[in-house]
């Protein structure tokens, strides 16, 4: 499957919009979970191929020309307009998937798999907690989205500085707290937890979605279960990223990762 971009718009200087059209989302559907995303592959300069291209062929060219697949949150969805819209973390030359959205234009194509998904938000909670950073901020907001109306919902988002936030909405009785990393030079790992700690402990049952940089959600993900927060079955947790790394290097060695945090103790 592909998309034609019809659109693009800088949300934040760390966040950009790309609207998808075309006759190659004929046969998309879009799943029942919040957090939908989609497997997208972005082109390496040296590729030899347009968009659409045939996988099986590309899997036989040099890795410098083949396409590095990223998962991308589905923002929105419009079914009459067959548009597809993904919110894509950018730092400006920094990784496939921002590069290739700071620089989309009208008419650029982009091929994916999907949608997948893995949560959304239980409808028998009493709150609902929802934690990340700007490559979870897409998923964040459809999470928010998604709540049972009336019902309490905190979200804590790590971003740069003021200019990263952006307005989010709900039908649930939303709680925003924007977390600002400007001028911290270490700490940057326990931001996000510390944040979580200090807040209110919700009463009843949590539901919680908490992805982004792998050591700030290890840490939010402790923080939670030893504290008896969230139970573990009411947490999706998932580290997208890790600081210090790129994307192929932390793509190396983030299964072995997950398994390391899922064996971690909690007593």
Request: contains cysteine; glycine residues 8%; proline residues 7%.
């Amino acid at each position: 499957m592909y998309g034609e971009v019809v659109a693009t718009e800088r949300l934040t200087p760390q966040l950009v919009r790309v609207v998808l059209g075309g006759p190659g989302l004929e046969e998309f559907v879009l799943g029942e979970d919040a957090d939908q995303y989609v497997n997208c592959f972005f082109l390496p300069e040296a590729a030899p191929y347009p968009v659409p291209f045939d996988d099986e062929a590309v899997r036989e060219l040099p890795r410098e020309q083949r396409p590095y697949p990223r998962r991308i949150t589905v923002r929105a969805w419009d079914a009459e307009r067959r548009e597809l819209t993904l919110d894509i973390a950018a730092h400006g030359d920094v990784g496939y998937a921002g590069r290739w959205a700071g620089r989309a234009q009208v008419g650029d194509r982009l091929q994916f798999r999907g949608p997948a998904g893995g949560y959304r938000p239980h409808e028998d909670a009493d709150a609902y907690l929802l934690v990340g950073d700007e490559s979870a901020l897409p998923a964040i907001a459809t999470c928010a989205e998604a709540v049972p109306a009336g019902r309490p919902v905190v979200a804590v988002v790590e971003v740069e500085d003021a200019a990263g936030e952006v307005e989010l909405t709900s039908p649930g009785a939303l709680e925003v707290h924007w977390v600002h990393r400007a001028g911290r030079h270490d700490g940057l790992d326990d931001l996000l937890a510390e944040a979580v700690a200090a807040l209110p402990r919700p009463t009843g049952v949590v539901s919680a979605f908490v992805h982004g940089e792998a050591a700030e959600t290890r840490a939010v993900r402790r923080v939670l279960l030893r504290e008896g927060i969230v139970a573990q079955e009411r947490l999706s947790c998932s580290p997208y990223w890790r600081r210090g790394m790129d994307d192929e290097a932390w793509r190396a060695v983030k299964a072995a990762w997950v398994r390391e945090v899922a064996a971690e103790p909690l007593d």
